[in-house]
């Protein structure tokens, strides 16, 4: 299937302080990749997870940290994030300014999951379902660093 789709704007706030709009996933016909585009509050976050695939960052704007593997990952515009299948991961925006990323997953639909393996629902796969409904609370980028450090912890 070929095809050209446009997408006027990014979606309001999904989840807390993220925006998002899928470019091309399954509805567009695709069976094994999805690409997005996402913007990130100034200090804000995503909530740890992780995705059965791999993934694809590209910085537009900004600058923040990936929190992977025990280790804070500074990155900034222009930077590409690689990370693995199965890695618990979160990417934070340590500035003032709006994080913008362009992001390809190598699965359709993306699934994605907290550290426990608790599924989530990701609200814009989900037409019917308000955000609260899909996270956990917010999270500030310090708060954020200590639940991936958490997680990491074999306890």
Not at 43 to 54: Q, V
Request: aromatic letters at 4%; one cysteine or more.
């Amino acid at each position: 299937m070929y095809a050209v789709v446009s997408h006027p704007a990014l979606l309001p706030e999904l989840l807390p302080g993220i925006r998002h709009r899928t470019l091309a996933g399954p509805d567009d016909g695709l069976s094994s990749l999805e690409v997005w585009s996402q913007s990130i509050a100034g200090h804000g976050a995503t909530p740890p997870h992780r995705h059965d695939c791999e993934e694809v960052v590209l910085v537009l704007a900004g600058r923040g940290l990936l929190a992977m593997n025990g280790t804070d990952l500074p990155f900034q515009a222009g930077d590409t994030l690689i990370i693995p299948r199965g890695v618990v991961h979160q990417i934070l925006n340590d500035g003032e300014h709006e994080l913008r990323l362009f992001v390809a997953l190598g699965m359709a639909p993306v699934r994605a999951e907290f550290p426990d393996g608790t599924p989530i629902a990701l609200p814009w796969q989900q037409p019917t379902a308000t955000a609260a409904a899909c996270v956990q609370p917010p999270v500030r980028a310090a708060a954020a660093r200590a639940s991936v450090s958490d997680a990491r912890s074999p306890n």
